[in-house]
């Protein structure tokens, strides 16, 4: 009774001492409150749930965003942007201009939500300046609600963080960008790749784009390359 106690405390952090008695009652466990308080686990700060937790809980319905910038072999400067649905970690939309504008990002949400399913209800973003007036006026016509970030937190928008350092890391660090339309080309191949066929960690393994476990010894396994080699996809051959 004790570790379940203990468990019901840690899966349930808005749960207290009276709530955790009620449910081991009608487990047929009948302990006092008191006893519940003594081996319930003790957290710290405010009982209430993290950011976190909320991003968790609703992240179907979540889309989160972030700029970044490419330079090119003729030291221009291009700025990327890209747009992330939380439930899945698929990139619904990413492009790039040499000269962004509140409009202009705003489009690219719009074209992100459509992407998605018309199902998001919440943005994630940053207080950079870039998102004006007319950012806003698109997500109103859009009805999205805008989550933006505190001051000097980005781990707020860790989920847009981290997939711009992924395409850093996989991606942007290891080819040389000659222009605006050579960048656009590499980042679609990627994103086509990071979408269907890149596993990732969150998802057990899978892609955001969920791919079917082939049957074990049906045929050779062969492999398809992706950005000139730097990655492949396999599936077996028919």
Known sequence: ??????RLSRENRLWGAPRIQAELARLGFHAAKSTVEKYMVRRRGPPTGTWRAFLRNHAGAVLACDFFVISTATFQTLYGFVVIELGRRRIV???LTRHPTARWAGSIVQR??????????????????????????????LGMRQMVCAYRTPLQNAFAERVIGTLRRECL???????????????????AYYNAERAHQALDG????????????TGPVVSF????????????AA
């Not at 009774?1 to 203990?6: D, F, G, P, V």
């Not at 992100?112 to 007036?133: E, N, T």
């Not at 899978?206 to 010894?217: A, K, L, T, Y």
Request: contains cysteine.
């Open 1 to 6: 009774m004790r570790e379940l106690i203990r």
């Open 173 to 191: 660090d290891h080819v040389i960008v000659f222009n605006e339309c050579h960048a656009r080309r590499i980042l679609d191949e990627y994103v």
């Open 225 to 236: 390359p992706h950005l000139g080699g730097l990655h492949h996809s396999y599936r077996r």
């Open 93 to 95: 939309a990413c492009d």
């Open 112 to 141: 992100a939500v459509l992407s998605a399913g018309g199902g998001a209800q919440c943005l994630v973003r940053d207080r950079d300046g870039i998102y004006g007036a007319a950012f806003n006026a698109a997500m109103r016509s």
């Open 206 to 217: 899978d892609s955001p784009v969920p791919r079917e476990i082939e049957p074990r010894g």
